[in-house]
Structure formats: structure tokens, C-alpha cells
Nanobody
Framework: QLHLAESGGGLVQPGGSLRLSCAAS????????IAWFRQAPGKERERVSC????????IYAYSGKDRFTISRDNAKNTVYLQMDSLEPEDTAVYYC????????????????WGQGTPVTVSS
């Protein structure tokens, strides 16, 4: 069974940092693009960042583009999202999703989704 599991979310003060992990099981990440999404309460899902199977990365236009860094460790079958200088507006449930090879702007083209990890930025 193909599965993604996010972890690393929690409560953090404004200006703090978190590193989210997206661990794959049942398949290897070598041939997969992995994207991070987030959904804040009452808002639509938003694309955050994506790494192609090659390791090249894409940061989507949003307020976090200078504060978030995506990386992958294929040996650990895990993709990370380092989030620095967090702001209350970053509060959301963060999801990772996988599709083969290349990132896509079409969310429905991602085949495997995790359950999400909540991030709350508050003092």
C-alpha cells in the first residue's frame, strides 16, 4: 500500500521554525515528485512547494517563498519542508502529495496524499 505520512507540526511562536517531514512507505521516492500543500481554516488549499524527482525544486508564489525550503533525502525516503520566520498567517494543516516524476499545477494529478500535520503559529 502506497502511503505518505507527515510529521513535525505543532505550536510555535511567531518568528520560530519548524521542519516538517513527509515519509513514504510502500514505494520509493526516487521517481516521484513530492509537493507540499497547506489549508488554513476556512480557506482553499494552497500549493506551497514541490520537488521534482530529480531534486530540482519549485517554490510557488506565496508569502512563504523566502522563508520555506523544500529538500529530499531519497536514502531516507523522506521529503522535508523547513519553515523559518513563521507568521500567524502560516497557520494551517500541511499536506504532502506524490505523483510520478514532475511537479504539477493540477492538484488532482497527485496520486498519493498524506493525512496532514497541523501547524499553529501563535504567541
Amino acid at each position: 500500500q502506497l502511503h505518505l505520512a507527515e510529521s513535525g507540526g505543532g505550536l510555535v511562536q511567531p518568528g520560530g521554525s519548524l521542519r516538517l517531514s513527509c515519509a513514504a512507505s510502500g514505494f520509493t521516492l526516487d521517481d516521484y515528485a513530492i509537493a507540499w500543500f497547506r489549508q488554513a481554516p476556512g480557506k482553499e488549499r494552497e500549493r506551497v512547494s514541490c520537488t521534482h524527482y530529480s531534486g530540482d525544486t519549485t517554490i510557488y508564489a506565496y508569502s512563504g517563498k523566502d522563508r520555506f525550503t523544500i529538500s529530499r533525502d531519497n536514502a531516507k525516503n523522506t521529503v522535508y519542508l523547513q519553515m523559518d520566520s513563521l507568521e500567524p498567517e502560516d497557520t494551517a494543516v500541511y499536506y504532502c502529495a506524490a505523483r510520478m516524476y514532475l511537479c504539477s499545477l493540477r492538484d488532482h494529478e497527485y496520486d498519493i496524499w498524506g493525512q496532514g500535520t497541523p501547524v499553529t503559529v501563535s504567541s
